[in-house]
Structure formats: C-alpha cells, structure tokens
C-alpha cells in the first residue's frame, strides 16, 4: 500500500518540473497526468444510477463510493511502481478538492501557481510560434481572437486557464491553510529553498537537488499540443518575467491588478 499525495495547479506554472524534482528523491514516484481523477469521477454517476435509488439508506450508498474509492485510490499504483511514496497529478485535483479532503482528511495536495501574466505570456508565444494551429472552436471564437487582450480574455474564458483560475480561487477560499502553494517564480529561482519547504509539508526529510541535471522521470502525450508541452529542461534556470514585451504593458498591468491575489496565495 502506498502512500499517495497529489499535485494541482494552474497550467503552465512548473507542474512538471516539480514532478521531476518530487521523483529526484528515490522514495518517490512522481506521475505525469494520470487517470486516478477520472476513474473517481467516472464513478460519481453510480449517484444517478437505479442501483444507488434503489438502496434503502442512501447514506449507505454514499459510504459505499466512499469505501470504494479510498481503497481504490490507495492501491492505483501498488503494480506500477515498487517506490513507497507516489505523488499523483491532475489538474482536476483542485477542482474535487471537497471530495478529496473527505475521502482523505489528511491529504497533501501540492498547488503549482504562477503570475497569471506569466501563463498567459507563455500561450501567447505559443501561439505565435505555432501559427498554424487552429485555436478557434467556432466562428464566434475567430472574432475574439483576433486581438492579444481578445485571445487572453479567450483563455480566461476557457480550458485550461479559465477553469483553473476559477478552481484555485474556490481551493482558497475553503483549503488554504491545508494546501501548500508552490510558485513557479520561487521554484526557478530557488528550487532547493523551494523543495525543502515542500517536503516539509509532506512530512518528509529534506533531500538535496540535482538542479543542473534534471532527468525526465515523468512521460506524456502531448494532447494538448502546442500549449501543453511537458520536457523538463536539464538545468532550472528562473523564469523570465518578458510579459510586458509579449502582452503590452497596459494589459500587463490590467491584469496584474485582477489577478494579483494569485501572487499573494
């Protein structure tokens, strides 16, 4: 039996390098995106099955998915890895945080975050360096994206980003106090400070970081391709805050202002 703690966050703040710098530490099996999120939600429609109505006590029920789940979830990696500790990732963590903190009241649910301006600066040169990629689902969404502010409102709007923002503004309001945010900025600029406060709030004995090789443990499909890429690069280096040259200045500071309660998490 292992023993599972999860990851969550905004997308483009760093998940995967702090995936790989989870799996540096040999007692650690650190996941790309995996599939345990979406069996536990696959399984929520039992609610609005004949079965679930048809049970006498419907508090009955609901201990049965909740029976089900935890032993599920505790044992989805026992044949997959021989390392006792497994870090488990799904942006959609955030968003069934309620039923996560139920299921297990002591759960570590680790929350990369990132200046929103930084994730909306990394798909902006996304999208210019993939040109030919259609980012448009209708006729409506060609009109919106014609713009810088229209295709960073279009993303605000919608999956990944949109989303996301919208689950970590719920996941603090409720959880704060027992999530631990990990900022991109601070992970690329001190990831051994950074590191060690997070096996801190694993409950874990501090390790020290290869920072100037970081080796892919993690492996993905890209199926979000172009804006979801997932290679690590071998040396951190900090992130560069260029979001005035890609965005503007007066968006930039727009959305600074909006947003800002993300730094502050």
């Given at each position: 039996m292992k023993k599972?703690?999860?990851?969550?966050?905004?997308?483009r703040a760093?998940?995967t390098l702090?995936?790989?710098?989870l799996?540096?530490?040999?007692l650690?099996h650190?996941t790309?995106?995996?599939g345990?999120h979406?069996?536990?939600?696959?399984?929520?429609?039992?609610f609005?099955t004949e079965?679930?109505?048809?049970i006498?006590q419907?508090?009955?029920?609901?201990?049965l998915?909740?029976?089900f789940m935890?032993?599920?979830?505790?044992?989805?990696?026992?044949?997959?890895?021989?390392?006792?500790i497994v870090?488990?990732?799904?942006r959609?963590?955030i968003?069934s945080?309620?039923?996560?903190?139920?299921?297990?009241?002591?759960?570590?649910?680790?929350?990369p975050?990132?200046?929103?301006?930084?994730?909306?600066?990394?798909m902006?040169?996304?999208?210019q360096?993939?040109p030919?990629?259609?980012?448009?689902?209708?006729q409506?969404?060609?009109?919106r994206?014609q713009?810088?502010e229209?295709?960073?409102?279009?993303?605000?709007?919608?999956a990944?980003?949109?989303i996301?923002?919208?689950?970590l503004?719920?996941?603090?309001?409720l959880?704060k106090d027992k999530?631990?945010?990990?900022?991109?900025?601070?992970?690329?600029s001190?990831p051994?400070?950074?590191m060690?406060k997070v096996?801190?709030?694993?409950?874990?004995?501090p390790?020290?970081?290869?920072?100037t090789?970081?080796?892919?443990y993690?492996?993905?499909h890209e199926l979000?391709w172009?804006?979801g890429?997932?290679?690590v690069?071998?040396?951190v280096?900090?992130?560069?805050?260029?979001?005035?040259?890609t965005l503007?200045?007066?968006?930039?500071e727009?959305?600074a202002?909006?947003?800002?309660?993300i730094?502050s998490?």
């Amino acid at each position: 039996m292992k023993k599972i703690h999860f990851t969550s966050g905004l997308p483009r703040a760093c998940s995967t390098l702090l995936q790989n710098l989870l799996a540096q530490n040999p007692l650690v099996h650190a996941t790309a995106t995996s599939g345990v999120h979406e069996i536990m939600y696959l399984s929520k429609a039992f609610f609005k099955t004949e079965e679930f109505r048809s049970i006498p006590q419907p508090k009955d029920g609901e201990q049965l998915f909740s029976d089900f789940m935890k032993a599920g979830i505790e044992a989805s990696f026992d044949n997959l890895t021989d390392r006792p500790i497994v870090v488990d990732k799904c942006r959609s963590w955030i968003g069934s945080a309620n039923l996560l903190f139920k299921l297990f009241p002591d759960a570590k649910l680790l929350v990369p975050v990132r200046d929103i301006r930084g994730v909306l600066s990394s798909m902006e040169k996304k999208f210019q360096k993939h040109p030919e990629f259609q980012l448009e689902m209708s006729q409506q969404d060609t009109a919106r994206i014609q713009t810088v502010e229209g295709r960073c409102q279009f993303w605000l709007d919608t999956a990944p980003v949109g989303i996301a923002v919208q689950r970590l503004h719920e996941l603090a309001r409720l959880h704060k106090d027992k999530v631990h945010f990990v900022h991109a900025e601070d992970l690329t600029s001190d990831p051994q400070g950074t590191m060690a406060k997070v096996w801190a709030y694993l409950g874990m004995e501090p390790f020290t970081h290869n920072t100037t090789n970081v080796e892919q443990y993690t492996e993905e499909h890209e199926l979000g391709w172009p804006y979801g890429d997932h290679e690590v690069r071998s040396e951190v280096k900090p992130l560069i805050a260029d979001w005035h040259d890609t965005l503007g200045r007066q968006l930039s500071e727009g959305l600074a202002q909006k947003f800002n309660w993300i730094n502050s998490l």
